[in-house]
């Protein structure tokens, strides 16, 4: 294996650790401190890649973040897609594969597209969509979209995590001026948060071959990477791209090769108290024809091969440039043996201050390319004069271009902070900050060394703008956009279409919308529109820069959230014992888990749920009702406060007492049902659905504090501070007899709907009577550390009673025979507690209540409305889905209702439902229609209650 | 994400508090207002391109409701809660 493009000697990798690499299937060598981008061109690979749309053979075109041309997907271990080959730092082993291209760079099926331009104009999609059919070419489109493939799992091993940090000082980017920045910071005492996205701080100082006060520059860098180091108040990290700028100063940080061990990449979120933008400057492209030609790149990414990797992307060189920075370039390929045929300069007078940095290399002033020769790689350059005349072929086989510089904008422009295009530079300067943030160096227009690091010494920056190359006999398409394949015709033809606004050229073209965001083409995208409309580039302003400055793993955003990490599970202390004894665990609401039911070998779901609901309605049952919302309300105010938010009256209640209510919101929905208890003069207990508690208690807090700021009421979330045990079934009374319990259990003593304290199996207790599931029940609340001993004791002395635990599949069918209500089954965002035959809950005697207004609003205008009725089907073993809807007759229409639950009911021995039917109540005996994909079930309407209508079992 | 200052707490990151909506009309004697009156209190509520009051929760935090001016266009925080800075 030979790298037949790598010099003898240096730049910065290491010669004596070779790393083997796979691209495209092909094995090479390359070095350490190589990255895929170095290592493919010292193997002298030009064809890297093909073009999105037209699929036109690429190379690499740059050396950073910037890269346009070529991206690749990884595969193994590192797997992921749309890499810039310019930013994967080489491994050994590593496997790369062309984006784009199938089967090869070289020989591409794709690329018929090439020969198909002409039909495949700006704004192609838009127009399908109009004209003549858009699913005509949504097949083929959709083959053809995207590029490489989302990886199938995720990584092997390690994992992603996040944190948090704070700093006086932000600085994005180790440049001379990020580092120069650090240091004055650093030395002020100041907690200074230095990031860099490079593998090694320096900037554009690692490419170019400068002195500072006399020395190397990268001595100069040593240093400062030195000292910082030495300071404690610094925190200096290289791979860690700041790739956000977000409110009240939050900067992301993306940091990709953390030293810690199995951490794949780290998201820091760095408040901030000053931001420092130290992002230096891009290089941008030249605009002519056929400028996507492999081996048109840009000038100094081939200083940055040569200087930084010891790589000669080429043998005989052109350079084309409208600024003074190609010169030093040119010098740089010169010391390092390389050919430069010729600089092409568009400038009338070069500064001879630059000229005389290449004594041996023609310039050719006023001077474009005009054309390139080369499908699959350059051969030669047309250099024209920009007055006119007919031009002359150089042959080459590189051509490095600088169109000038941008300062890298990014993170300024993001903070919301302004622009302002500034003429001497021909670029977007920062202009006025909005947030507390400056930016420095490159990055705020000083393009010359010595005005950042005192002592620096090269060549002062001078441009006159080219926008695009503007001669006759250009024949090949002129390219603003490498990677989206936009062009000037393109851009022309969106402007003639009436896409004038640079938002709308950019979204039309797609012209800056890939993943490199046209860092080198966005401003000569603007520069066309502007000489197209003929007004100055500030009027035509830029684009919106958005957050990600560059691309970042969907891993390092989540960090650690993913899986259950994301809403841990909450758990009640009865867990172990309902897996012990083998229940299928389900999520009951709130990320609560609970037993969905208890399966004996064997056996299914179906079977298991009759067996527990059996034992409910005919012996004993006991569930763990601990999820369920609960609240203590103490003060003063709390009768006028709960009669205010239930729609029935809690104020009455004496203590020891409880009723059922409901809340509603303010504009007549329903929010949760409930029980409320008084358990003495001031101090209340109420109730919620598990999966409201949360939103319960902001309602109530926000209630109080915002509206209500004087009435004395304190909210205390008890739910997990009490546990129960509900004991249910007409054994309930003996089983808790024979666990012990001092409270006074016969029915005229403690009655149903009542509340009763005292000790249960030895363990202080609250006991209530509520029902759930319409039997006779006992809700035995102890303390958490107490619940598994009351849980065990419950058990063994319900044995001999036949008590079976019961799941939350047998909870759901005991409250579907009785009726009672589900919030998101029978309750949606359309029903009020009239529709649900709840009338009575409504207070009449209440002036006001949340809710009550709202509702008589919307009763008031009349019309049908959907009413909770139960259905049978006339055959009791036609089992109905829930969710599906009913149609008049049956027939293909606008439904009258759906099904919003459908059991097996033990007590009945056949299917019962319950639905939402237009005008149910009246219609109670008559038969109303399911309507299924291939079938239609008649059913007949009635009361929503298969058990016990009177409520005596409850009450017994 | 902004840093908001919570009246007990100081400065915080948003992801402690939950937004409650802008500070709206004072609610009506629902017995003493038309139908149409009590639907546009339901309905409408500030949205202004500029400074509003609005309602947060520290609900990761102390639990306290308070108020604070909010400049829609750039997140500024005008005028903190009665206190603070």
């Known amino acids: 294996m030979v790298q037949r493009n790598r010099r003898a000697s240096g730049g910065r990798i290491d010669r004596n650790r070779p790393l083997h690499f796979t691209f495209n299937g092909k094995l090479y060598e390359g070095f350490e401190g190589d990255t895929l981008a170095s290592a493919l061109l010292a193997n002298g690979i030009r064809l890297t890649a093909r073009s999105f749309k037209y699929h036109r053979p690429r190379s690499i075109m740059g050396h950073g973040v910037e890269e346009p041309a070529t991206l690749v997907e990884l595969d193994g271990e590192d797997a992921s897609g749309n890499r810039p080959a310019t930013t994967v730092p080489l491994r050994d082993g590593l496997s790369a594969r062309s984006v784009n291209c199938w089967p090869s760079p070289e020989f591409d099926l794709g690329g018929i597209n090439q020969l198909l331009s002409r039909f495949i104009p700006a704004g192609f999609y838009y127009k399908t969509f109009k004209w003549p059919n858009w699913h005509l070419f949504e097949p083929s489109i959709r083959r053809a979209a995207g590029l490489a493939a989302a990886p199938e799992s995720p990584p092997a091993s390690g994992h992603f995590e996040a944190r948090n940090a704070h700093a006086d000082v932000l600085i994005a980017g180790a440049g001379p001026a990020g580092l120069q920045a650090a240091l004055e910071a650093g030395r002020a005492g100041k907690r200074v948060f230095l990031a860099d996205e490079g593998a090694e701080a320096g900037g554009s100082l690692l490419n170019r071959n400068l002195s500072i006060g006399g020395r190397s520059a990268l001595d100069w860098v040593e240093d400062a990477v030195a000292e910082l180091r030495g300071m404690e108040n610094v925190t200096h990290l290289q791979n860690a791209t700041v790739w956000a700028y977000r409110e009240h100063n939050l900067m992301i940080v993306n940091e990709r090769e953390p030293e810690l061990d199995g951490v794949l990449e780290r998201s820091w979120r760095v408040r901030v108290g000053e931001v420092v933008i130290a992002t230096g400057a891009t290089e941008r492209a030249m605009v002519f024809g056929d400028n996507d030609r492999p081996g048109v790149m840009l000038a100094s990414s081939v200083q940055a091969y040569v200087n930084r990797w010891g790589v000669t992307p080429g043998q005989r060189m052109v350079l084309f440039t409208n600024n003074n920075s190609v010169y030093a370039v040119a010098a740089d390929l010169a010391a390092a043996g390389m050919q430069v045929e010729a600089i092409l300069d568009c400038r009338k007078t070069v500064p001879p201050e630059a000229v005389k940095l290449v004594p041996d290399i023609p310039v050719h002033a006023a001077t474009v390319a005009g054309d390139v020769r080369g499908r699959k790689g350059v051969r030669a350059v047309k250099a024209v004069p920009v007055t006119g005349g007919a031009g002359r072929w150089i042959d080459c086989d590189v051509l490095g271009c600088s169109g000038g510089w941008n300062p890298t904008v990014h993170l300024w422009s993001q903070s919301r902070s302004t622009l302002r295009f500034d003429e001497d530079l021909a670029a977007f300067v920062p202009d006025e900050a909005v947030q507390n943030c400056r930016a420095v160096g490159a990055a705020a227009g000083d393009l010359t060394l010595d005005r950042i690091v005192g002592g620096g010494e090269d060549l002062a920056y001078a441009i006159e703008p080219l926008w695009r190359v503007n001669v006759p006999g250009q024949r090949g398409k002129a390219f603003l956009d490498v990677q989206n394949d936009v062009s000037v015709s393109d851009v022309h033809l969106a402007l003639r279409e009436g896409y004038d606004n640079v938002e709308h050229v950019k979204r039309y073209t797609t012209g800056g919308m890939g993943i490199d965001q046209g860092k080198t083409g966005n401003i000569n995208i603007i520069g066309t529109v502007a000489m197209q409309k003929g007004v100055p580039l500030q009027e035509v302003g830029t684009t919106t820069f958005r957050s990600p400055y560059t691309p970042v793993s969907f891993g390092a955003i989540g960090g650690l959230r993913e899986g259950w990490r994301l809403f841990p599970y909450r758990h009640t202390p009865v867990t172990q014992w309902n897996k012990d004894h083998g229940a299928v665990m389900y999520e009951a609401g709130a990320r609560w888990r609970r037993p969905g039911y208890f399966p004996k070998p064997g056996e299914g779901l179906q079977e298991a749920v009759n067996r527990e609901c059996r034992a409910v309605r005919e012996g004993v049952g006991v569930y763990d009702g601990s999820p369920l919302g609960t609240f203590e309300l103490k003060g003063r105010d709390v009768p006028k406060f709960l009669d205010f938010i239930y729609s029935n009256i809690m104020s009455t209640l004496k203590p020891g007492d409880g009723r059922y209510g409901l809340m509603l919101s303010e504009d007549g929905l329903i929010l949760d049902d409930g029980v409320a208890f008084r358990l003495d003069e001031h101090r209340w207990m109420i109730s919620t659905s598990t999966g409201h508690a949360d939103a319960v208690n902001q309602h109530m807090e926000k209630l109080l504090q915002t509206e209500f700021p004087d009435w004395q009421v304190l909210i205390t979330t008890v739910t997990s501070q009490w546990n129960n045990a509900t004991i249910c079934g007409p054994k309930a009374r003996e089983v808790l007899q024979a666990v012990d319990s001092d409270i006074d259990l016969s029915p005229e003593a403690f009655p149903f709907m009542s509340f009763r304290e005292g000790t249960v199996a030895g363990f202080p207790a609250r006991v209530v009577r509520v029902s759930f599931t319409g039997e006779l029940s006992y809700e035995v609340n102890v303390a958490p550390r107490h619940m598994a001993a009351l849980w065990d004791k419950v058990m063994e002395v319900g044995a001999p009673f036949g008590i079976l635990p019961v799941g939350s599949e047998s909870s759901h069918v005991l409250r579907v025979e009785k009726g009672f209500l589900s919030l998101g089954h029978e309750v949606d965002g359309t029903v009020d507690a009239y529709d649900l035959g709840m009338g009575w809950v409504m207070s009449k005697k209440k002036p006001d209540y949340l809710g009550k207004r709202s509702v008589q609003l919307r009763r008031s205008g009349g019309g049908t409305r959907r009413e909770l009725v139960g259905i049978l089907a006339d055959d009791p073993n036609q089992q109905i889905p829930e969710g599906a809807p009913l149609t008049p007759g049956g027939r293909k229409e606008a439904t009258d209702g759906l099904v919003t639950a459908c059991v097996w009911s033990v007590v009945n021995n056949r299917w019962v439902g319950l639905a939402l039917l237009e005008d149910g109540h009246a219609r109670q005996g008559e038969t109303a229609h399911v309507r299924l994909k291939d079938d239609v079930i008649p059913v007949t309407v009635t009361k929503p209650v298969f058990h016990d209508p009177e409520g005596k079992l409850l009450r017994s | ?85």
């Open chain 2, 1 to 85: 994400m902004m840093n908001i200052t919570c009246p007990f707490c100081g400065k915080r990151n948003e992801s402690e508090f939950i937004h409650g909506g802008p500070v709206g009309a004072v609610r009506p004697d629902p017995n003493a207002v038309s139908d149409e009156e009590w639907v546009e209190y339901l309905t409408v509520t500030p949205n202004p391109l500029g400074p509003v009051q609005e309602k947060w929760w520290h609900a990761r935090g102390c639990g306290e409701w308070f108020s604070i001016w909010r400049d829609t266009r750039t997140h500024d925080i005008v005028e903190a809660p009665d206190g603070t800075t």
